[in-house]
């Protein structure tokens, strides 16, 4: 057996039941449809001990989060577990039970922080421009001014179609070419005046939103910072979760997901219990035997999680980085899917 985990200098833990080898499962778990293997219930039991027992995270945990095990064998036969969370925990990525990060994007002096910082900073930049109260007022007349432009002009518009109808009828009973000629001088002469109306009112709203023009210029800048910065920003965070799969190949989230319909990796990419351990593993010399992911607190309000359940890893998030790392293991075949996991 595998000593306990404070004899190690990596988070390896003393399974709490003895391990006969022949009840090893013969092929890795599929993480999208899958039983709990007996020795994944029995390590998801001592987490779970592990994270009632502590005090300090009792309120965090109650909001609910996903945790992971597991099932390892080192170079030597031995069999212990591994355990993860997904996130962070305690506004940490390091916690002594646990495996640590694929990448720790809250180092104080990351390059993370310090632009997430920049960004936060851009972002109040917008917010007070937005409740700036010259620009609420100058956008208050500016859109007064444009509804009572859409009214008269509107007005204008069906008067002057009113007095053509009128005109057509009349020039339908004449002949008289003085009579004729007045009519169309009364044409040209209702032409002009909505003319001048659409110009005087295009001068007037012209003028308004000169008025706001530089603010919004200014908030249109703001904003357009902001989404290149935080697309950067982005894309610098995944290329740093370099990702191992069991074959030994390497490759970074972006690579991951350039294959994938959107094409980017989401939000929180990588920060799952599951791609955690699998790093872990096999960074660490340690063959992967079975995994499971429990939840663990209130459930969430979008979809249904009961505390101690065992959970899929989501395929739109972990689909593709699992997909990839499980590349070079014997993964039972998915259910739900006609193809193999892993071709």
Known sequence: ?????????WPLHRLPVEVDP???????????CYRPHPLCVAASASVQAYIASRAEWRDELAAGKMFGVLIVRDRGGAVGFLAAFSGNLAASNHHAYFV???????????????????????????????????????????????QESQSELSEAHAAEVRAHEERERLRAQTTDAAELAALTHASQHEHALLH?????????????????????????????????????????????????????EVRDLNEIFAATPHRVPPAGAGECAAPKLLQYAFTSGLHPVAMAEFWWGASLRSEERLQGEY?????????????????????????????????
């Open 196 to 248: 001048q109306l659409k110009r005087q009112w295009a001068e007037r709203l012209a003028e308004a939103s000169a008025a706001v023009a530089p603010q919004l210029e200014e908030l249109r800048r703001l904003k357009v910072e902001r989404h290149s910065r935080s697309a950067e920003l982005q894309q610098r965070l995944f290329a740093q979760f370099r990702m191992r799969n069991a074959r030994g």
């Open 22 to 32: 022949a009840t090893l499962p013969e092929r890795f778990t599929c993480p999208f």
């Open 100 to 146: 640590p990060p694929v990448y720790d994007m809250l180092q104080p002096d990351g390059f993370f922080l310090r632009e997430d910082r920049a960004i936060s900073e851009l972002n109040d930049a917008v917010a007070a421009l937005e409740q700036d109260a010259r620009l609420l007022e100058a956008r208050r007349e500016l859109h007064r001014l444009e």
């Open 311 to 343: 959970y899929p890893a989501c395929s739109s998030k972990c689909g593709p980085i699992l997909r990839f790392m499980l590349q070079g293991l014997d993964v039972e075949p998915n259910p739900l899917e006609k193809a193999p996991l892993i071709p």
């Open 1 to 9: 057996m595998i000593p306990p985990s404070d004899d190690l200098p």
